[in-house]
């Protein structure tokens, strides 16, 4: 069991091992005292993100690797116990460099926010900067290294692995998380984009290097156009692609080239820049488009929320209606079945009373339609699902309203009036969702009148033309009144005491989301008035 345990992190440093001296090789121009003089140095940005991924135990795989390079890539001729040291110096460096990234500075290795960026390559460089001064300090002491070979070896070395780092440890921690998606069928929709890209970075290479032109520095800034672009479409995951690409053509260039460790220096510090602009400006798109389907979901779930709410006052509702629905439906029911009964009579006797047994069939289907109508608006209103906008009659809509809000009024002693101009147009909307708001604001309304203890309760529904593009309809009842400075509209802000705060709110997201708006008209005591508005259609809905 212990033995199944390990093999993979064998099987995976062996891997490492051989990817790390395999781009060692690639990347490699030439040794110069002991040091690879490259523009970048990929293996050990593969190292570097295995180390932070998995922690300080692959350190060995780059002290190993560091050997193996010295003696057959770079074939260095400094003795062994230079070369052991210099590769204990590049591990402790760079393992320190991943502990603190990870453990002290709490670096995220999906890279999703600048920080985690910055934070990376801030100890990347300062893992090169560390390695750099160490093996130069071991260098010079081994009479290895001359002070006049600092530029030639030092330098180039540490901007190399500086760069290697930017670029490949980013490239492996972001590849690490979206492994599964890395599939040919994923990839085929980008093709041609990806050759669009391939093309502008071969052209801007060969520009820079392959003409032969003695001013091929000019055309540097060329490469910052395919990395900047790739980043802006696809994010961090796009600079990363478009940076390596880059790294891999300029080295396979200057192979080519056979250019020497003086071009180096400026070639690197370009391509250092033209590395981190590429991050920060991919990692800032990935931030943005991270928040915008953020935002896009928090709408989805407060839209959802939202509905929710509404159902949950709409059975708040219902349940304060229930008994006086129940006698308003047994009423009709209770005439249904004396009716039935005397029809039978009729029938029964002799010389049978045919006209007087119609009549009183026709008024039992006319009590059962009443309940029938009752029990359908009741379930229409229950509804629950996406709102359904169609052409709404304003006084049918009023009319429906009443029937469901009226029993519980009538049931407390209070008359409710509806005074409605026979002229208002339709408006466009959901009826439900306006029935909805009527019915909030009548039921406030009846609490209102009842914690009066008003003998003679009275609300007034009135609906008119406001101008010649909106319909007004106001709600007044002469209850306790409003106390002055309430939150009204506000969610959970509600001046009863055993009220959710979110009736108001609710009607006011609904008469919002109908282009209207609804207000407060009056709060005094015995006049409260509450009025909403809705527009009329511009034309006629199709």
Not at 93 to 108: E, K, P
Not at 177 to 185: A, G, M, P, S, V
């Given at each position: 069991m212990a033995r199944t345990t390990h093999v993979p992190s064998i099987i995976t440093a062996g891997v490492l091992l051989v990817a790390y001296v395999g781009l060692e090789w690639l990347s490699f121009i030439h040794e110069h005292k002991g040091v690879p003089v490259t523009p970048w140095n990929p293996g050990l940005g593969v190292v570097f993100a295995v180390l932070v991924l998995k922690g300080a135990a692959y350190g060995a795989v780059l002290f190993i690797g560091v050997i193996v390079a010295e003696t057959f890539v770079l074939h260095t001729q400094i003795a062994w116990s230079v070369i052991l040291a210099m590769a204990a110096l590049v591990t402790v460096?760079?393992?320190?460099?991943?502990?603190?990234?990870?453990?002290?500075?709490?670096?995220?290795t999906d890279l999703t926010h600048v920080r985690d960026v910055l934070v990376l390559m801030a100890t990347g460089a300062a893992g090169a900067a560390a390695s750099a001064v160490l093996l130069t300090v071991l260098l010079l002491a081994a009479d290895e290294l001359k002070v006049s070979?600092?530029?030639?070896?030092?330098?180039?070395?540490?901007?190399?692995?500086?760069?290697?780092?930017?670029?490949?440890?980013?490239?492996?921690?972001?590849?690490?998380?979206?492994?599964?998606?890395?599939?040919?069928?994923?990839?085929?929709?980008?093709?041609?984009?990806?050759?669009?890209?391939?093309?502008?970075?071969?052209f801007a290479l060969w520009m820079i290097i392959g003409s032969d032109s003695p001013n091929y520095y000019k055309y540097l800034s060329l490469l910052f156009l395919p990395v900047v672009a790739a980043a802006v479409r696809h994010g961090i995951d796009g600079s990363c692609l478009a940076l390596a690409a880059t790294q891999l053509g300029l080295v396979a260039l200057l192979h080519r080239y056979k250019y020497d460790a003086a071009a180096f220096t400026e070639f690197q510090v370009v391509m250092l820049v033209l590395t981190l602009t590429g991050l920060l400006v991919g990692v800032v798109v990935s931030e943005r488009q991270r928040a915008d389907r953020a935002a896009r979901e928090a709408e989805a779930r407060l839209a959802d929320l939202q509905a929710q709410a509404a159902r949950a006052a709409r059975m708040n509702m219902v349940s304060g209606?229930?008994?006086?629905?129940?006698?308003?439906?047994?009423?009709?029911?209770?005439?249904?079945?004396?009716?039935?009964?005397?029809?039978?009579?009729?029938?029964?006797?002799?010389?049978?009373?045919?006209?007087?047994?119609?009549?009183?069939?026709?008024?039992?289907?006319?009590?059962?339609?009443?309940?029938?109508?009752?029990?359908?608006?009741?379930?229409?209103?229950?509804?629950?699902?996406?709102?359904?906008?169609?052409?709404?009659?304003?006084?049918?809509?009023?009319?429906?309203?009443?029937?469901?809000?009226?029993?519980?009024?009538?049931?407390?002693?209070?008359?409710?009036?509806?005074?409605?101009?026979?002229?208002?147009?339709?408006?466009?909307?959901?009826?439900?969702?306006?029935?909805?708001?009527?019915?909030?604001?009548?039921?406030?309304?009846?609490?209102?009148?009842?914690?009066?203890?008003?003998?003679?309760?009275?609300?007034?529904?009135?609906?008119?033309?406001?101008?010649?593009?909106?319909?007004?309809?106001?709600?007044?009842?002469?209850?306790?009144?409003?106390?002055?400075?309430?939150?009204?509209?506000?969610?959970?802000?509600?001046?009863?005491?055993?009220?959710?705060?979110?009736?108001?709110?609710?009607?006011?997201?609904?008469?919002?989301?109908?282009?209207?708006?609804?207000?407060?008209?009056?709060?005094?005591?015995?006049?409260?008035?509450?009025?909403?508005?809705?527009?009329?259609?511009?034309?006629?809905?199709?």
């Open positions: 460096s760079y393992t320190a460099a991943a502990i603190i990234a990870r453990r002290y500075l709490r670096l995220d070979d600092l530029a030639q070896s030092s330098l180039p070395l540490l901007v190399g692995d500086a760069i290697g780092i930017a670029v490949m440890t980013p490239l492996l921690l972001r590849a690490s998380l979206r492994w599964h998606d890395i599939t040919r069928k994923a990839l085929a929709p980008f093709l041609p984009e990806i050759m669009l890209y391939v093309l502008a970075t071969s209606m229930a008994s006086a629905l129940a006698h308003e439906i047994n009423q009709p029911m209770t005439a249904a079945r004396a009716l039935a009964r005397s029809v039978q009579q009729i029938l029964r006797s002799p010389g049978a009373d045919l006209e007087r047994a119609q009549s009183n069939l026709a008024t039992l289907v006319a009590q059962i339609d009443h309940a029938g109508g009752v029990v359908r608006r009741m379930r229409d209103f229950l509804r629950r699902g996406q709102p359904h906008f169609s052409t709404v009659d304003v006084r049918a809509m009023l009319d429906d309203a009443l029937v469901l809000a009226g029993p519980a009024a009538t049931a407390r002693g209070i008359r409710v009036d509806l005074a409605a101009d026979d002229a208002i147009p339709s408006i466009f909307g959901d009826r439900i969702q306006l029935q909805q708001v009527i019915l909030n604001l009548v039921h406030n309304a009846v609490e209102a009148i009842a914690d009066s203890h008003r003998a003679d309760g009275h609300i007034q529904i009135q609906a008119h033309l406001s101008g010649r593009d909106a319909v007004e309809i106001s709600i007044a009842d002469n209850g306790v009144g409003i106390p002055q400075g309430q939150p009204l509209f506000e969610p959970l802000a509600s001046p009863k005491t055993d009220g959710l705060g979110l009736g108001l709110s609710i009607c006011t997201s609904i008469v919002q989301a109908h282009g209207g708006r609804l207000w407060l008209q009056s709060s005094e005591r015995g006049a409260t008035e509450f009025r909403f508005s809705l527009p009329l259609p511009t034309q006629a809905p199709t």
